[in-house]
């Protein structure tokens, strides 16, 4: 079974930066696509970024410009880079991968934006 660990999440102030990382247990050269998402409280999870196999990216409107999604083949690692950060990018972020037919989440890394 293929597992994402998620790291980097904190407290942070407005206008802010925080790096998140995502380490699979196997490689995701042969993901279809992996992508960020985001929860927070009492709202549905959203795609924050995602990047397909042929690195196309794309972004929700909100962080488009402030947000950077990125992946290392070697370490297995996907990456968002989060700028100029807004009290509304307060929520857990997930990574989730897709290896074939099967959807793969981490268990989420929390982050908090505020003064």
């Known amino acids: 079974q293929v597992q994402l660990v998620e790291s980097g999440g904190g407290l942070v102030q407005p206008g802010g930066s925080l790096r998140l990382s995502c380490v699979a247990s196997r490689s995701i050269f042969s993901t279809h696509a992996m992508g960020w998402y985001r929860q927070a409280p009492g709202k549905q999870r959203e795609l924050v970024a995602g990047?397909?196999?042929?690195?196309?990216?794309n972004y929700a409107d909100s962080v488009k410009g402030r947000f950077t999604i990125s992946r290392d083949y070697p370490t297995n690692t996907l990456y968002l880079q989060m700028d100029s950060l807004k009290p509304e990018d307060t929520a857990i972020y997930y990574c989730?991968?897709?290896?074939?037919?099967?959807?793969?989440w981490g268990q989420g890394t929390q982050v908090t934006v505020s003064s």
């Open positions: 990047i397909n196999r042929g690195g196309t990216t």
């Open positions: 989730k991968g897709t290896w074939g037919a099967d959807d793969l």
